[in-house]
């Protein structure tokens, strides 16, 4: 796995984030450098010029990873709207998550979102934002775990609930054995969708762990799998990229086995409506990027806590089939869905 830390700049003035090293590139968006204070004619309304706010948003998505690129945009649209800077940071490996955290708490910027991939990683940072007085809300992952480890907010799906609508759907396709394919082993959204599967469906369920990294040999194995055990009829893949190889992949084992993913992109949409793909749950990445940056300007705005800080707000999931994928295939084109 890449554990290159992935940055993204969108200029418009920079974000002196000092401990970031030479070498990574910012995200910014918004008109503002945060740490410098607004004349009193912006003050009115702090979202039409920028009033000095800074979010940094740090993930564990992986480099060209689609399904972070439509996370990174919603973020930027609401940076745009609320005129605040934005910078997008992310590193897959979790001890290098943990220190792009860091690194925000020390350039004392006004907000961070962040994912609790693997929350345990993330605790001590989290600690040090909040007694900085740094307000940290999270997305993504860690739906079991925002509360406890001092989040304010959490926009995101709830994997565990999203699994037992698969299982269910599964149960309704009359499938009866089933692989539940996990690419990053130890994520817990990834897990978290394989348990509530299994609490659902009816059928044979086993999960099959693959370096996610490696697309080529995750399609060699899942080939592989199918050719050892051809009562498999169905594969649940856990990202749309994953699912497309996969879904080559079970054609070149010619068993007869379906294959169905979580999330979704241009590509896998069109998929769906080829019947490549049975389904896809759709968890609305870029509105996950979108809500977690507006909800940092809202709290220092305004102080608005979205679920009053004990209930998640939950994105999805939503099932993209063939009977409506048309109606997504123009957002997903757009780089929004």
């Known amino acids: 796995?890449?554990?290159?830390?992935?940055?993204?700049?969108?200029?418009?003035?920079?974000?002196?984030?000092?401990?970031?090293?030479?070498?990574?590139?910012?995200?910014?968006?918004?008109?503002?450098?945060?740490?410098?204070?607004?004349?009193?004619?912006?003050?009115e309304d702090p979202g039409a010029a920028g009033d000095g706010t800074s979010v940094v948003m740090v993930t564990h998505g992986g480099e060209g990873?689609?399904?972070?690129?439509?996370?990174?945009?919603?973020?930027?649209?609401?940076?745009?709207?609320?005129?605040?800077?934005?910078?997008?940071?992310?590193?897959?490996?979790p001890d290098g998550q943990a220190e792009l955290v860091r690194n925000a708490v020390r350039d004392k910027v006004d907000g961070i979102a962040l994912t609790l991939a693997k929350p345990q990683a993330m605790k001590g940072p989290v600690d040090e934002a909040r007694k900085a007085g740094i307000p940290v809300v999270g997305l993504n992952s860690g739906i079991d775990a925002w509360k406890s480890a001092g989040l304010l907010e959490y926009f995101g799906q709830d994997e565990g609930v999203a699994g037992q609508a698969v299982g269910n759907k599964l149960n309704e396709l009359k499938a009866k054995n089933a692989l539940c394919v996990?690419?990053?082993?130890g994520n817990v959204a990834l897990e978290a969708r394989c348990a509530g599967m299994r609490k659902t469906f009816d059928g044979k369920i086993e999960n099959l762990y693959v370096d996610g990294s490696d697309q080529r040999a995750v399609s060699g194995i899942v080939t592989a799998t199918l050719?050892?055990?051809?009562?498999?009829?169905?594969?649940?893949?856990?990202?749309?990229?994953?699912?497309?190889?996969?879904?080559?992949?079970?054609?070149?084992?010619?068993?007869?086995?379906?294959?169905?993913?979580?999330?979704?992109?241009?590509?896998?949409?069109?998929?769906?409506?080829?019947g490549d793909i049975q389904f896809a749950v759709?968890?609305?990445?870029?509105?996950?990027?979108?809500?977690?940056?507006?909800a940092l300007w809202l709290y220092r705005t305004n102080g608005n806590i979205s679920g009053g800080g004990v209930s998640p707000v939950l994105t999805g999931p939503a099932f993209v089939t063939k009977t409506n994928?048309?109606?997504?295939a123009e957002f997903a084109a757009n780089g929004t869905r």
Request: hydrophobic letters at 40%; charged letters at 25%; a negative charge.
């Open 1 to 43: 796995m890449n554990t290159r830390p992935q940055v993204h700049r969108f200029p418009r003035r920079p974000v002196p984030l000092s401990a970031l090293t030479a070498a990574v590139v910012l995200v910014v968006t918004g008109c503002s450098v945060f740490g410098t204070a607004d004349d009193s004619s912006d003050a």
């Open 65 to 93: 990873d689609a399904f972070w690129d439509r996370v990174k945009k919603g973020a930027e649209a609401a940076a745009a709207k609320d005129g605040i800077s934005l910078t997008y940071v992310s590193d897959p490996d």
């Open 182 to 185: 996990v690419h990053e082993r």
């Open 227 to 274: 050719r050892q055990d051809p009562t498999i009829d169905e594969v649940v893949a856990n990202g749309a990229q994953y699912a497309l190889a996969m879904a080559d992949a079970a054609k070149e084992a010619d068993t007869g086995a379906h294959v169905a993913t979580f999330d979704l992109n241009e590509e896998l949409v069109g998929a769906v409506r080829s």
């Open 282 to 294: 759709d968890q609305q990445p870029y509105l996950q990027g979108y809500l977690s940056v507006d």
């Open 325 to 328: 994928a048309a109606s997504v």
